[in-house]
């Protein structure tokens, strides 16, 4: 195992692949996983969706956990509640280990359904397990308070418009660095006047500030310009939107999330060369990259 500092903020992709897990050859490199992404600094976890990369994550979890004296508590937060981010949480080994402190945190719009949808996806029809017979020590919080402190970092969050059912964003702030978390959202509808009219200044504006000089954006890059066109009102963004939000508000690096199902690795590759090769004529500071299964980042 490496060694790593305390201070550092460690970020790690479990599952990057939007709508529905895409296993197979063509998906080997950038992984066919949902939306799981671990943040950790010293002893502060957290957890950032419960897509079928959660899985994996909770493996590697619970070996930790068998050599911990004192278990650290664990803190997932849910962007929303489709099924491709909360789809791997039955399978969350870590829930079933009994003296795991897990804290499962929503948006406040869900009041107590909440527990009630996490439990239905649970419902003996579905699963064979029930939520109420994870051995883990479960606390569902509806968050409502403008920042949470957990541990060493401090999150702060906003309700997101544009998405079908909604959705949350998230900005980790430890040490001052700075990691948000923005996915499933479209930001065309606020971005492109042909679309936007004169609505939602306001929201862009509130967008732009909350991802303001981060040092790692997470963002929802779901389809290409000639595909977006073919699926406004879905609810995710477009690569060059997404990108030129990041450029404008100072981003340090962008990683493109959320890919389409239909993407495959050869096309993942194809689209980092051609809009790197862009930035790279505009002299820009931002690094953008492509989130691929397994990769690690220290913030």
């Known amino acids: 195992m490496i060694a790593h500092d305390a201070s550092e ?8 692949r939007g709508s529905i897990s895409t296993p197979g050859r063509r998906t080997e490199k950038y992984g066919g996983n949902t939306p799981c992404v671990f943040v950790q600094q010293g002893d502060t976890q957290i957890i950032l969706d419960a897509g079928t990369g959660i899985r994996l994550l909770g493996l590697d979890l619970a070996e930790q956990l068998k050599e911990q004296r004192t278990r650290r508590p664990l803190h997932l937060f849910l962007s929303h509640t489709h099924w491709d981010h909360i789809q791997g949480f039955p399978f969350f080994q870590p829930a079933n280990i009994e003296g795991t402190e897990l804290t499962v945190y929503g948006s406040a719009k869900k009041e107590r359904f909440l527990e009630s949808i996490l439990s239905r996806q649970m419902d003996v029809d579905y699963f064979p397990v029930g939520l109420a017979d994870m051995a883990a020590d479960l606390k569902i919080r509806e968050i409502s308070d403008e920042e949470i402190q957990v541990g060493s970092l401090v999150v ?17 702030s430890a040490g001052g660095k700075r990691v948000a978390y923005a996915t499933d959202v479209e930001l065309d509808r606020l971005f492109r006047p042909e679309i936007r009219g004169d ?8 967008y732009l500030d909350f991802i303001q000089g981060v040092d ?3 963002a929802d890059g779901q389809y290409t310009e000639e595909e977006y066109f073919e699926k406004v009102g879905w609810g995710h963004t477009s690569i060059p939107v997404i990108i030129e939000l990041a450029k404008e508000a100072g981003v340090k690096q962008l990683a493109i999330f959320h890919h389409e199902p239909l993407h495959s690795d050869q096309m993942l590759d194809f689209l980092w060369k051609e809009y790197n090769a862009a930035l790279r004529e505009d002299e820009t500071p931002m690094t953008v990259f492509w989130a691929r299964e397994g990769m690690t980042l220290s913030i």
């Not at 903020?9 to 990057?16: A, N, P, R, S």
């Not at 609505?199 to 509130?206: I, P, Q, T, V």
């Open 156 to 172: 702060d969050w906003q309700e997101q418009v544009f998405h079908p059912g909604g959705s949350v964003r998230y900005r980790l």
């Open 199 to 206: 609505r939602d200044k306001g929201s862009l504006k509130e």
């Open 216 to 218: 790692l954006l997470i």
């Open 9 to 16: 903020l460690l970020v790690t992709f479990w599952g990057t």
